[in-house]
């Protein structure tokens, strides 16, 4: 078969990157274990390589430090997700009230790592701050839809909402349920330095190197150390931002465990493989759908050509050896509850009709635009620009590393190349692409129909008639095309499996607890 040259390119390279680590990208993991299995083993440890980006400060809702990689070790989330179910964590249990009010119980025997406590005014405090300062990207939409909060008593509060949103217990699973101490929020510089959690661990600050290196170690007072999920003594994540290199750390020892590119083989290592595209998360194209920053792409037919002029599927195959989902238009997957049969017929590979769609809109000649991507994304990018490039889209790929998110929110730029991880629920996904705040959405535009639509399947008390509501909706939003060359990405775990086990969620990013010790 042959290929474009941009094509071509990307059998050296697979696309990886994204505006948020998550966990996704590289992770690996590697020992200098000095006791045998079991949680609580003296002198444990485990090295976690990632590609970063390493956070510059410990605020677990400001976007320059939202990876759950970093802030897995040292904050607690108010509910915990295991084997397919949320569990209580700092809250002991929620309750919708009624379908725009969700009341948390509380545990009344933590404390964050500076002294103070862990109560609901924390929750409320948490919550406002985020909302006052504008929180990281996975936040911004769930927040919006807070309308107020009630501290009934210390372990008790009421969350009320503008809408309904069932997803809510499961987001305060994720970066959203993330609790630092009050006190340190409350300083300009109280999360400057190290983070101020209740979590398992605490930063190692002496053995920390910049760039290099973040270590933690364990947190002696933490309040669920009876839970056994956290079986190490030390952890470490290495910085590691070439795959190469991290397979090549790992065949010398170095590493235990890794994400790796589909088809990657290691000696001695086995490997799990994510079962639903929503361990792993979407990888494509958003664009400036307003026509703020590229006028050309506010019309529907231009953003429609774009789907057209991309051979989605190629891509798929030679990027991730043919373990990646097209789907059309939407960051969705296939077996979401979002997902249509329609969508598979919307954006064939048609750059006749992608021509004759640009220049029904004006644009026969084409029209320039630029696209961001970090480092480990730009063959994918520039392989999008190729086959854009043929139908006289003219793309400038620019590559942004520590400062991709700013330059994201910014709102500057017409395109970006992303890694956005997925919930699992149709609803919160379809929310986090098409809300009015969501964060791609940068410059606020709406589909109305779409918002319409998301909010009936909110209020829907029958679940099919929920899910019919949820596909109209992905199906709306796909025919707008807010999104191109969107490609499901899967999960490939590679592990020693006489240092550590590895078993990814059924849904989200894999989390530090999913990392233990061998039986």
């Known amino acids: 078969m042959h290929l474009p040259r941009t094509v071509r390119s990307l059998r050296a390279v697979v696309a990886t990157g994204g505006v948020v680590a998550l966990a996704a990208g590289l992770a690996a993991c590697g020992s200098s274990s000095s006791g045998g299995g079991g949680g609580d083993a003296a002198g444990e440890s485990i090295t976690i390589a990632t590609t970063g980006p390493v956070p510059s400060f410990w605020n677990p809702w400001d976007p320059g430090s939202a990876t759950s990689t970093f802030l897995d ?48 005014d924390a929750v409320q405090a948490n919550l406002q701050y985020a909302i006052d300062a504008g929180a990281n990207q996975q936040d911004q939409t769930f927040l919006a839809n807070i309308s107020g909060m009630t501290v009934v008593d210390d372990t008790t509060i009421d969350i009320a909402l503008t809408q309904p949103n069932p997803a809510l217990p499961y987001d305060f699973s994720q970066l959203s349920g993330y609790m630092a101490s009050p006190e340190a929020l409350a300083t300009e510089d109280g999360l400057q330095q190290e983070p101020v959690g209740s979590g398992p661990y ?28 956290f079986p190490f003594d030390t952890v470490t994540y290495s910085i590691i931002g070439d795959p190469t290199a991290a397979k090549n750390a790992a065949t010398s020892g170095q590493v235990d465990a890794l994400t ?6 290691i000696t001695g290592f086995e490997q799990v493989t994510s079962e639903s595209g929503d361990q792993a998360g979407i990888t494509g194209a958003w664009v400036d759908m ?3 920053v590229t006028p050309a792409l506010g019309d529907e037919r231009v953003r429609q050509a774009l789907n057209y002029a991309v051979n989605t599927q190629q891509l798929g195959e030679v990027a991730y050896q043919d373990t990646a989902i097209p789907v059309a238009g939407v960051p969705i997957t296939p077996d979401s509850a979002a997902y249509s049969s329609q969508l598979g017929d919307l954006y ?10 640009l220049a029904e809109a004006g644009y026969a000649d084409g029209f320039d635009m630029t696209m961001i991507a970090v480092p480990q994304a730009e063959q994918f990018a520039q392989a999008i620009a190729g086959q854009l490039a043929d139908v006289g889209v003219r793309v400038s790929v620019e590559v942004h590393g520590a400062d991709l998110v700013q330059t994201v ?3 500057a730029k017409s395109s970006g190349l992303v890694l956005q991880r997925l919930t699992g629920d149709a609803g919160q996904d379809l929310q986090n692409a098409f809300d009015p705040n969501a964060f791609f959405n940068v410059h606020h535009g709406e589909a109305t129909d779409v ?3 998301l909010t009936q399947a909110a209020q ?34 590679a592990y020693d499996p006489s240092v550590v086990t590895v078993t990814p969620p059924d849904r989200g990013a894999i989390h530090l607890y999913d990392y233990q010790l061998p039986s």
């Open 73 to 120: 070790p040292v904050y607690d989330t108010l509910i915990h997700y295991s084997d397919g179910e949320l569990q209580p964590w700092l809250a002991t249990s929620w309750e919708f009230t009624d379908p725009n009010t969700l009341e948390l119980k509380l545990r009344d025997d933590v404390t964050f790592t500076d002294g103070s406590t862990f109560d609901a």
């Open 202 to 229: 605490l930063l190692d600050t002496d053995a920390t190197r910049p760039g290099v290196t973040v270590v933690y170690k364990r947190n002696p007072d933490y309040w669920a150390a009876d839970q056994d999920l």
């Open 260 to 265: 790796v590119q589909p088809g990657t083989d």
């Open 290 to 292: 307003t026509g703020t």
């Open 348 to 357: 064939s590979f048609d750059p006749d009709k992608a021509k004759q769609l």
């Open 409 to 411: 929110q910014s709102g």
């Open 451 to 453: 918002t319409s639509l």
């Open 460 to 493: 829907a008390t029958d679940e099919s008639a929920r899910n019919a509501l949820y596909q109209q909706a992905a199906v709306a939003g796909a025919e707008q095309s807010w999104y191109i060359a969107t490609l499901v990405l899967q999960t490939v775990t």
